[in-house]
């Protein structure tokens, strides 16, 4: 794999473009609260910098220059105050304008007041923003690079238009300098940080994901249904207990791990008992003809045992449906496990259906 294609793929952080996008997602949100909480910080900094020139010095051009700058960063608070209140939801296209104009507004001003405004001095601001705000952000090393790159590349035009060559020689060194050391800086922060959103996101997964059958467990089941009932988009609703015919005596007979090999259903809840939540079905008919090809399918392809034998697994299910969706799915829940143990006591390996009607 050659230099272009290793950018490309951001192997920098050992991470493809699929996963990195990802991931960038999730820390878009953290960034832009750090663009409101520094915006407001600088601008009130700004301000009294520009009280302070006007009082003692009388600087008038360089004061005008900061005092933009502060109107331009308590924009930038105003705008970032009003996303963060939409916190996860932060698309990628705002948190891109929100980091975008914090670090240009920082490096326009700065540059201004340590080139123009410094006369024949050395520009330490520009030094240590170099360092800062590369590191500010959780940012692929690629685009902390091409900031970093434009951003030196207007400091050095401008301190060559307006120092002598030997100062105009020292910036080129310390923004060099300082350039290496923020990005590199920049590089061991974000690498922790995202590996430390690696592992969260594993470790939510484990969380929620019964680590016997790789479905969801009660907590994360409830959570996602609870999401796609609040999310306005359900006309309708069924809810399935499901229940394994005498199941135990599978791992009873061959061992718990014969047994464990066939659990492939939807959502646990517990032992060997199962939940399905599904919705939108035109009509109650159509749920019916679900469940019946469900059963088929069940009988056609039974499961080899150790000894060779071949077994259909029974099983037992209440189904109940709805189109009233201001009942709370958890009464449905209620609804379909009461389904489910009549079907049990009369005979199992088989299922009922019913439309939900409140007691």
Known sequence: MDNKERLRKWLWLGLDETTAKKYQRKISAENVRIVRNESVAIAGIGALYTICMLALSRVYGKSVICIIGAILMFCIFLYTQNLVKKQD?????????????????????????????????????????????????????????????IALAVFFVSSYISKTPAKFAYDVMDGILAAVIGNFAAFERAKIKWESVKVHEQLEEERDVDMLTGIWNRRAFEREVDYLINSGTIKNMVVIMVDLDKFKRINDGYGHETGDAYLTIVGRRSGDEFFIFSYNFRELSQVEHNVAAFYEKLAKNPILLPDGTEKVIGVSSGVVWTVDMNHDWREILCAADESLYYVKEHGRNSYTIQEYIPK
Do not use: H, W
């Open 89 to 149: 939801e932060i698309s990628k296209k705002e948190a891109r304008i929100s980091i975008s104009s914090f670090m240009i507004c920082a490096y326009v001003v700065s540059i201004y007041v340590g080139t123009f405004g410094s006369g024949n001095e050395l520009a330490v601001t520009i030094v240590s923003l170099f360092v800062f705000l590369p590191t500010n952000f959780d940012l692929l090393p690629i685009y902390n690079l091409y900031v970093t790159i």
